[in-house]
C-alpha cells in the first residue's frame, strides 16, 4: 500500500505483516483535527458535553470517595461488633461456669441438709422413745413433766412490711423454746453460779466438806446433761383483706341469695369499716363464710370487734368476727440443753433441820470463795421426795 505525497516530497510504505508501531515510534504526533464541516454550533454543544461529562466524572468520583469513608466505618463497627461479640460470648462462658458451680454448691448443701434431715428423724425417734418411757411411769410424775415442760411463747418483733405484701397484712413472730425438765431426787441439791468458772472449777475439785448443822458431810460435785431441747419461731399473719364470719343464721333463702345479702352487710359498714367486697366464701353446713374485701387494710377496722350486726328481711341476726389469721413454724432446731454454770451435788446427809435451812448452809459454803466458791444465782434442794426442776436456754 502506498500514500500520497506529502507536502514534504516523501514517500512512506507500511508493512502489514510487521507488528504495529506507535505513532510516536513513528515521528508521528496525536492532533485533534477540526472535523471538516463541523459548524460553531456544534462545537459548543460538545464543549458543553464535554462539561458536563467532567461534572458527573467529580461527582461520581465524590460518591466513590463517601463510599470508601462508609467502607472504613462498616469496618471499623464490625470490629466493634465482633469484640461485643467476643464479650457476651466470653461472659456466656463465665455464666455457664457459674451455674455449674452454683449447681455443684446447691448438690453439696442439699447432700448436708440430708443427713442433717436423716440425724433430725433420728432424734425425734429418739424423742419418741423417750416420750414412750414417760408415759409408762406414774401419772404424778407425767403431769409434773408435762406441766413444766410446757412451751412459752415470747413476742420477739413485727415484721417489716415488704413489696409483697400489698395487702397490708400484719406480720408478727413469736420465739417458742421448750423448757427441759431435771429430776432432781431425795438429799441431791443444784447450784446455778453467776460466773461459769467457778462451777467448772468446783467440778473438777470432785469433793467437799460442808458443816450441816455441825455435822461434817462428804459431798461430790457432779456435773449432769438434761435432755434435748427443742426451739422455733412462730409466724402469725393476720390478713388485711379477709375476715371469718361465723353463726350465719339458717334461712331458708338460696345459697347464693345468702352471699349477696353478705356481701351488701359489709360493704361499706358503718361499725367495722369495711368496703368494696371482692369475694364471698359461704359454707351453709358450718354456717361460717369469709368475706374477702377489695381494699388493702378494710378488714383491719373488724379487729376489735367480735360481734356484728346482719340484717335479713327486717331481723337483725348477731355474727362473730374474727381476723383471718395464718400461722406457720420457721426454724424448727434442736439444741443441747448444757448449763455450765450449774453443779449437781450428791450424798447430802439428813440433818434435823428443815429443808430451808439446809439450803441455806449449802448456799454459804459454796459461796465462799475460800472453799472455791462464789456468787450464787440459784439454789435449790431436795430432802425427801423427788422434784422437777425446769432449765430454760438462755436469752
Known amino acids: 500500500m502506498h500514500f500520497p505525497k506529502s507536502g514534504m516530497g516523501t514517500q512512506v510504505s507500511m508493512d502489514f505483516t510487521s507488528p504495529p508501531l506507535s505513532l510516536q515510534d513513528n ?9 471538516v464541516g463541523t459548524s460553531q454550533d456544534e462545537m459548543e454543544k460538545l464543549k458543553e458535553e464535554l462539561k458536563k461529562w467532567k461534572e458527573r466524572l467529580e461527582k461520581a ?122 429430776r432432781l431426787n431425795q438429799n441431791q441439791a443444784l447450784l446455778t453460779f453467776e460466773d461459769e468458772e467457778v462451777a467448772q472449777r468446783l467440778i473438777k475439785m470432785g469433793k467437799h466438806t460442808v458443816n450441816l448443822d455441825n455435822k ?30 361465723s353463726e350465719v343464721p339458717d334461712l331458708s333463702i338460696p345459697e347464693d341469695w345468702v352471699r349477696d345479702k353478705l356481701e351488701l352487710n359489709f360493704y361499706k359498714s358503718e361499725q367495722g369499716g369495711g368496703g368494696e367486697v371482692e369475694n364471698v366464701s359461704y359454707d351453709k353446713q358450718s354456717r361460717t363464710a369469709v368475706i374477702t374485701f377489695l381494699r388493702p387494710g378494710a378488714a383491719n377496722g373488724f379487729v376489735s370487734c367480735t360481734k356484728y350486726p346482719f340484717f335479713v328481711n327486717g331481723r337483725c341476726y348477731r355474727l362473730s368476727v374474727s381476723p383471718d389469721i395464718n400461722v406457720h413454724l420457721e426454724k424448727f432446731q434442736l439444741y443441747c440443753g448444757i448449763s455450765k454454770k450449774t453443779i449437781l451435788l450428791k450424798g447430802i446427809q439428813e440433818v434435823e433441820d428443815d429443808e430451808e435451812s439446809v439450803q441455806d448452809m449449802i448456799e454459804i459454803h459454796f459461796q465462799k470463795p475460800s472453799n472455791g466458791g462464789g456468787e450464787i444465782e440459784n439454789i435449790k434442794y431436795v430432802s425427801k421426795g423427788v422434784t422437777w426442776v425446769c432449765f430454760e436456754e438462755d436469752a
Not at 395487702?167 to 408478727?172: E, F, I, L, V
Not at 457432779?222 to 402469725?236: A, N, Q, R, S, Y
Open 216 to 245: 461434817i458431810a462428804d459431798v461430790s460435785v457432779k456435773p449432769f446433761t438434761l435432755d434435748v431441747g427443742i426451739k422455733f419461731e412462730l409466724h402469725v399473719t393476720m390478713s388485711g383483706k379477709k375476715i371469718n364470719v
Open 27 to 35: 515521528g508521528f504526533s496525536m492532533v485533534s483535527p477540526d472535523p
Open 61 to 182: 468520583e465524590k460518591v466513590k470517595a463517601d463510599l470508601l469513608l462508609c467502607k472504613l466505618s462498616a469496618n471499623e463497627e464490625c470490629i466493634k461488633a465482633e469484640e461485643e461479640l467476643k464479650k457476651l460470648k466470653d461472659f456466656q462462658e463465665k455464666q455457664h461456669k457459674d451455674i455449674i458451680m452454683s449447681r455443684d454448691t446447691q448438690e453439696r448443701e442439699l447432700n448436708v441438709l440430708k443427713q442433717e434431715n436423716a440425724e433430725l428423724k433420728r432424734e425425734i425417734e429418739k424423742l419418741k422413745e423417750d416420750l414412750a418411757e414417760c408415759s409408762s411411769v406414774p401419772s404424778q410424775d407425767s403431769q409434773i413433766k408435762k406441766k413444766v415442760a410446757g412451751m412459752k411463747l415470747k413476742f420477739t418483733h413485727m415484721e417489716d412490711m415488704r413489696d409483697d405484701y400489698s395487702d397490708m397484712d400484719t406480720h408478727c413472730v413469736f420465739g417458742a423454746t421448750t423448757k427441759i425438765p431435771f
